[in-house]
């Protein structure tokens, strides 16, 4: 997600950290997949004195603010924090994270741009242990649907890559073995006066495939803009007692305790 809708990826971060006042979490590490730096970062640093703090920073930031994150980072390192890309997730599929080494998963409006969100929830089980949680947002399938009417040879459009509804994400959350999901959704208008300033929003959120625009035909752009966001959190409960396939859970035998009968007098 690009400069001109940071202020987005701010609001929902906000609206998230409210979601998580009611829960009881006792939290030492922390992955934020993505952040722009300082922003996250701080939040957190604040809430959760002491915490290890390890941030995927996304790639649209700016040299000074790499340079400032990873200020931040080595202040935080006496904590055990760090910083590295979300570029390196994107290409590997996986987090530079051990196993079972994080307490909650924070991720703002990352889902709507993979195309499949399955292995990110699986990466997700991977590194958190067991009681940790993971929280997170994205823009639904009803995003921009004011752009669906519009027929401009210019504008060409484009859909997010993970079409999933809350409903689409809750049952994926049950299907990785989280447990315990809460799946919430609003919508939010965006009202707008520039088309230049529409147009920048909605190639931010790639929305659109970038293509100039005729003046004449700004007319006919729509005057705001309406996203769906979609919140969620799930539980890791269990973690280590069975593992699920096809729906009949599979328990190794190492984990089941031999009770031994006492000697007959």
């Known amino acids: 997600m690009t400069q001109p809708i940071r202020w987005l990826q701010d609001e929902i971060a906000d609206r998230m950290l409210q979601k998580l006042d009611i829960v009881k979490l006792d939290v030492k590490d922390i992955l934020i997949v993505p952040d722009f730096p300082g922003k996250h970062l701080h939040i957190f640093a604040k809430r959760y004195p002491g915490a290890c703090l390890t941030s995927l920073l996304d790639e649209s930031v700016s040299g000074f603010e790499m340079w400032r994150a990873k200020a931040m980072s080595h202040w935080r390192s006496f904590f055990g924090g760090r910083?590295?890309?979300?570029?390196?997730?994107?290409?590997?599929?996986?987090?530079?994270?051990?196993?079972?080494?994080?307490?909650?998963?924070?991720?703002?409006?990352?889902?709507?741009?993979?195309?499949?969100?399955?292995?990110?929830?699986?990466?997700?089980?991977?590194?958190?242990?067991?009681?940790?949680?993971?929280?997170?947002?994205?823009?639904?399938?009803?995003?921009?649907?004011?752009?669906?009417?519009?027929?401009?040879?210019?504008?060409?459009?484009?859909?997010?890559?993970?079409?999933?509804?809350?409903?689409?994400?809750?049952?994926?959350?049950?299907?990785?073995?989280?447990?315990?999901?809460?799946?919430?959704?609003?919508?939010?208008?965006?009202?707008?006066?520039?088309?230049?300033?529409?147009?920048?929003?909605?190639?931010?959120?790639?929305?659109?495939?970038?293509?100039?625009?005729?003046a004449s035909e700004m007319n006919v752009l729509p005057q705001k803009l309406t996203l769906e966001v979609v919140y969620g959190h799930a539980w890791v409960i269990g973690k280590h007692l069975a593992k699920a396939k096809d729906n009949v859970a599979y328990i190794d035998l190492n984990q089941i305790g031999r009770k031994t009968r006492p000697d007959s007098a």
């Open 83 to 214: 910083t590295s890309s979300l570029a390196s997730y994107t290409s590997s599929g996986r987090f530079d994270v051990p196993d079972n080494s994080v307490d909650l998963v924070f991720s703002d409006l990352l889902l709507q741009d993979l195309a499949d969100p399955k292995p990110f929830l699986q990466e997700c089980w991977r590194v958190l242990r067991d009681g940790g949680l993971i929280a997170f947002s994205y823009l639904g399938p009803d995003t921009g649907k004011e752009l669906r009417s519009l027929v401009i040879p210019g504008l060409r459009l484009k859909n997010l890559l993970s079409p999933w509804d809350m409903h689409d994400m809750g049952d994926a959350l049950l299907s990785e073995r989280f447990s315990d999901p809460v799946m919430d959704m609003e919508y939010l208008t965006l009202d707008y006066e520039s088309d230049a300033v529409f147009l920048a929003d909605v190639s931010a959120l790639k929305l659109i495939h970038s293509s100039p625009i005729e």
